[in-house]
């Protein structure tokens, strides 16, 4: 294998891992009791950098090697050092996928609370009055 491809791994590695420290920050800010939503935008826009980042990676890689399959050609190969490190990569996807995961699940969650919070908040628009007779109506 080119010494390329090699170098393009370790690049993908350590911004995968780059990836997952954002996600694991992003979590923290979402879990902290003062939520400040800019610190949380702020670590998105991050999070969006760095993944456009895997994707040139991804990209300049996939210019060298003409074989999509680079996972197979991997595992065909003797080379123990890119056995390791496609390890290494596919350990970090998983872990990147599951902590996504949970940080979607705690964007919605808060979403759905704030939601609820107006709705309770917010006047509407029906709201009950008594009436000139003196029963409990409802008017617009």
């Not at 991050?46 to 991804?58: G, L, N, P």
């Not at 350990?91 to 949970?102: A, D, H, T, W």
């Not at 940080?103 to 006047?123: E, W």
Request: overall charge negative; proline content about 1%.
């Amino acid at each position: 294998m080119d010494i390329r491809i090699k170098s393009s791994l370790y690049k993908e590695k350590e911004l995968l891992q780059e990836l997952l420290t954002g996600l694991d920050e992003q979590y923290a800010l979402l879990v902290s009791v003062d939520r400040d939503a800019v610190a949380i935008c702020a670590m998105a826009e991050k999070i969006d950098s760095i993944a456009k980042s895997i994707a040139v990676t991804e990209i300049e890689r996939r210019k060298i090697i003409s074989n999509e399959d680079l996972v197979a050609e991997i595992e065909a190969s003797d080379n123990e050092e890119y056995k390791t490190i496609l390890k290494e990569l596919l350990r970090f996807k998983k872990l990147i996928e599951n902590q996504n995961e949970i940080n979607s699940v705690f964007v919605k969650q808060n979403l759905f609370f704030t939601k609820k919070m107006l709705k309770m908040i917010t006047p509407s628009e029906k709201f009950d009055t008594y009436n000139n007779s003196g029963k409990l109506g409802t008017n617009k």
